[in-house]
């Protein structure tokens, strides 16, 4: 199986601040990586495919970038609707493994 | 807009079979390329892919739970289900329903693009 490690686990910051959150692959996919938001109580959403696409509907201060076994999710300027936890997805091969998740608290 | 909705038992006994049923709105599950996902979340914890039905009913399950799944399609009921066998308390999640679609960037890429609100299942005598 394709192991995805997300770091870091958790992490607090204000509204405004610029958010990166990084995915490590334990060999190359290619671009095969999305990235889902998970509010509290709520189905995961998803935001990016290929690992730097938004999807329709996503925020525009969302962005991904990365390839290979390497890759991150940056917000540009976090809003209050944003705090929520944040995994990403290797579509490699199966199993489509997640990472362990990413929660943004408020500072 | 195309809607999926869990439903079944919310609480099994250990060493039965988990039966769950994604009924889907707005859109045929027959109609198009698409793959039918199972995906589970025990409490605070974190996502885990159980397994996937392609349009042509071709399958793909998480090695971890393979000896154990079935997931399968009624097109005539617009719906797809997961079956989990000789459950245990490990068993108990938030259990999603999700769409699958390939996204083409250059390649096709897959990606779950529409999922359910998910059901809790719970697996206690």
């Known amino acids: 199986d394709v192991q995805v490690t997300q770091s870091p686990s958790s992490l607090s910051a204000s509204v405004g601040d610029r958010v990166t959150i990084t995915c490590r692959a334990s060999q190359s996919i290619g671009r095969y990586l999305n990235w889902y938001q998970q509010k509290s109580g709520k189905a995961p959403k998803l935001l990016i495919y290929?690992?730097?696409n938004l999807h329709s509907g996503a925020p525009s201060s969302f962005s991904g970038s990365g390839s290979g076994t390497n890759f991150t999710l940056t917000i540009s300027s976090l809003q209050p609707e944003d705090f929520a936890t944040y995994y990403c997805?290797?579509?490699?091969?199966?199993?489509?493994?997640f990472g362990q998740g990413t929660k943004i608290q408020i500072k | 807009q195309v809607q999926l909705q869990e439903s079944g038992p919310g609480l099994v006994k250990p060493s039965q079979t988990l039966s769950l049923t994604c009924t889907v709105s707005?859109?045929?599950?027959?109609?198009?390329?698409?793959?039918w996902t199972w995906i589970r979340q025990p409490a605070g914890k974190g996502l885990e892919w159980i397994g996937r039905?392609?349009?042509?009913?071709?399958?793909n399950y998480n090695p971890s739970l393979e000896s154990r799944v079935t997931i399968s399609t009624d097109t005539s009921k617009n719906h797809f289900s997961l079956k989990l066998s000789s459950v245990t308390a490990a068993d108990t999640a938030v259990y999603y329903c999700a769409r699958g679609a390939d996204f083409w960037s250059g390649n096709y890429y897959y990606a779950m693009d529409v999922w359910g609100q998910g059901t809790t299942v719970t697996v206690s005598s």
């Open positions: 707005n859109y045929s599950i027959s109609s198009a390329s698409h793959y």
């Open positions: 039905i392609y349009t042509t009913g071709s399958t």
């Open positions: 997805q290797q579509s490699y091969n199966a199993p489509r493994t």
């Open positions: 290929a690992a730097s």
